[in-house]
Nanobody
Framework: FQLVESGGGLVQPGGSLRLSCVAS????????MTWVRQAPGKGLEWVSSMTNTGSRTTYADSVKGRFTISRDNAKATLYLQMNSLKPEDTAVYYC??????????RGQGTQVTVSS
């Protein structure tokens, strides 16, 4: 199956970006989904997860209140709305198939750079 992220870019501190992840090759509406990120020189960090129906969402403390995960099962697409971005949010962002702590495969990633 395939996960393709998009929407990254360069943004100033305090700005916003919306990431998208288009899924194919599996039944998206059956799968919990997750966003993870990897900052330069650091390991993978869990960001947020959502159940298959979207009824439950969880967030890392570092992004809570600023990021919002959502999904459109009809379009097999996962989203991450990122507001009030900080330089420490700079990372490659990946969507992954599966729940928090149990995701297995991720996409190729999209770069987010927060800098003035």
């Amino acid at each position: 199956f395939q996960l393709v992220e998009s929407g990254g870019g360069l943004v100033q501190p305090g700005g916003s970006l919306r990431l998208s992840c288009v899924a194919s090759g599996f039944t998206f509406s059956w799968s919990p989904m997750t966003w993870v990120r990897q900052a330069p020189g650091k390991g993978l960090e869990w960001v947020s997860s959502m159940t298959n129906t979207g009824s439950r969402t969880t967030y890392a403390d570092s992004v809570k209140g600023r990021f919002t995960i959502s999904r459109d099962n009809a379009k097999a697409t996962l989203y991450l709305q990122m507001n009030s971005l900080k330089p420490e949010d700079t990372a490659v962002y990946y969507c992954a198939k599966g729940p928090a702590g149990g995701w297995d495969t991720r996409g190729q990633g999209t770069q987010v750079t927060v800098s003035s």
